[in-house]
């Protein structure tokens, strides 16, 4: 399984754009990007997930680097409800449905 | 409201007192696993199924059992649990097990084994 890289923590200001890197040097053609996070004391949340475009939903934006090595999550005003750790996920279509889960980005908001 | 139930939220039992956990989903999903969240670790799969009848280990299921006999629960069963089993369990559930498709997690059991 191909492996993603993520700073431990970020801090954002409420109401500003944040945005949350991820580099995977070693994804492969058929690996989508994912991105789930997980608030204090719940189950892990799905933000949203693309294969090569960059992608939008209500919660956040995705784009993917050309290459395909990297991605940035954006969230375009953070609240406070936004504080939670975020994690970015490579798999691969039609394998077990496993979620891979790294240590993921701890992402703080000041009001 | 589409979501996934899980039953306890908190369990504090005994070395080899076997317990259930349930899971409960209402989307009409195939596809549903069993994660454990520990500090350090992340979290891991236990075991997961791709529709009725249909179950196959994931990373860590060694003292786990699963069962899946209607599409929407899957529970999750501790024969003989031991105190390295105290751990944060999370069921999840999708349309199908392509990860093209969104994953919905349940809420969590807090599982403590003295």
Known sequence: DAKTTQPNSMESNEEEPVHLPCNHSTISGTDYIHWYRQLPSQGPEYVIHGLTSNVNNRMASLAIAEDRKSSTLILHRATLRDAAVYYCILSDVGNTGKLIFGQGTTLQVKP | ?114
């Open chain 2, 1 to 114: 409201e589409a979501q996934v139930t899980q039953n306890p939220r908190y369990l504090i039992t005994v070395t080899g007192k076997k317990l259930t956990v349930t899971c409960s989903q209402n989307m009409n999903h195939e596809y549903m696993s069993w994660y454990r969240q520990d500090p350090g670790l992340g979290l891991r799969q236990i075991y997961y199924s791709m529709n009725v009848e249909v179950t196959d280990k994931g990373d860590v299921p060694e003292g786990y059992k699963v069962s899946r006999k209607e599409k929407r629960n899957f529970p999750l069963i501790l024969e003989s649990p031991s105190p390295n089993q105290t751990s944060l369990y999370f069921c999840a559930s999708s349309f199908r097990p392509n990860l093209a498709y969104e994953q919905y997690f349940g809420p969590g059991t807090r599982l403590t084994v003295t």
